[in-house]
């Protein structure tokens, strides 16, 4: 036991140095009892501290280790927003969310998207919800639910959000999610009168080459392209109007688990004008969860 000086503050403090336990050469290998001589010298070098540095020490070290724990916990990073959007058949949906997408960086799901997947695959699922599709019925919740929660699950939504489009469709579907503890922080209503949306659909033809979807009146298809253009089988003026009667009979119920986020956008409106509404919401969103970080 011996007196030395801190090396932050110069106080004099007791320390206690241990000596080496040394023992015969001939019981140890030689290489072994040289590095623990190294070992020995080095620990003598190292500077000492008093009881105060130490403790100090030991605290910035634990202050340290909670911040790298925070920050891969995702407590520095801003809750990435949820969104419905939705609306009857041709009321503009997809063009919308390519914008909201390429602005907001949201992950898009399309329940109808994810069915179709499924038919072209020719899965069980798929062959079932095909009849359904077919005759302009709404696909069962059991063969789509569960589908859209594994989606919702995967990290990449997790990371960047999402953007559910035009799901849930009934009642029972938003009850089903909600079980699941799903709910978006807005849901946006596009909102367009029935006679403007069969016109919409009953001209749209679909380029099977490049997937392009044209309007022969309202977005005409090139002269050159137009002999290979086809028509859904879901697109037709009597199919979109079943469509239109299932969408009314349900939206309400929908709309019933979301009054609180919900916003209507009038879709009568140009492009540009529907993306300004929406977008305008999207960013008072961005902003507050922005605000709630900072403070």
């Given at each position: ?69 925070a920050s891969s916990n995702g407590s520095h990073s801003k809750e990435p927003m949820r969104v419905m959007i939705s609306g009857a058949p041709a009321t503009g949906k997809g063009t919308q969310c390519s914008r909201i997408v390429e602005k907001f ?122 002999h290979r253009l086809i028509q859904r089988s879901d697109d037709t003026a009597e199919k979109v109007k079943t469509r239109l009667h299932n969408h009314h009979s349900n939206v309400d119920a929908v709309l019933g688990y979301y009054q609180d986020q ?34």
């Amino acid at each position: 036991m011996h007196s030395i000086n801190c090396s932050s503050c110069s106080q004099a403090t007791l320390v206690q140095r241990r000596r080496p336990q040394h023992r015969p050469i001939a019981s140890i290998h030689t290489a072994a009892l040289t590095a623990r001589r190294q070992s020995h010298r080095e620990e003598q070098q190292k500077p000492l501290f008093c009881l105060v540095h130490t403790r100090r020490a030991s605290t910035v070290k634990s202050s340290r280790l909670k911040h790298i724990v925070a920050s891969s916990n995702g407590s520095h990073s801003k809750e990435p927003m949820r969104v419905m959007i939705s609306g009857a058949p041709a009321t503009g949906k997809g063009t919308q969310c390519s914008r909201i997408v390429e602005k907001f960086g949201l992950v898009h799901i399309s329940a109808g998207d994810l069915l179709r997947a499924e038919v072209a695959a020719g899965t069980t699922a798929g062959k079932e919800a095909a009849s359904y599709m077919d005759s302009g019925n709404l696909v069962p919740n059991s063969v789509v639910v569960e589908m859209v929660v594994n989606r919702l699950e995967q990290p990449d939504v997790q990371e960047h959000g999402w953007l559910l489009d035009g799901y849930p469709r009934s009642g029972d579907q938003a009850e089903a999610i909600v079980q699941k503890g799903i709910k978006p922080d807005l849901f946006v209503l596009i909102s367009v009168p029935d006679e403007d949306l069969v016109d919409r659909v009953a001209g749209r033809r679909l380029d099977p080459e490049t997937g392009e979807i044209y309007h022969m009146k309202h977005k005409p298809p090139p002269e050159d392209i137009e002999h290979r253009l086809i028509q859904r089988s879901d697109d037709t003026a009597e199919k979109v109007k079943t469509r239109l009667h299932n969408h009314h009979s349900n939206v309400d119920a929908v709309l019933g688990y979301y009054q609180d986020q919900l916003v209507e956008v009038d879709g009568t409106q140009s492009m540009d004008s529907v993306f300004s509404a929406i977008d305008e919401h999207l960013s008072k969103l961005s902003e507050s969860r922005s605000h709630a970080l900072a403070a």
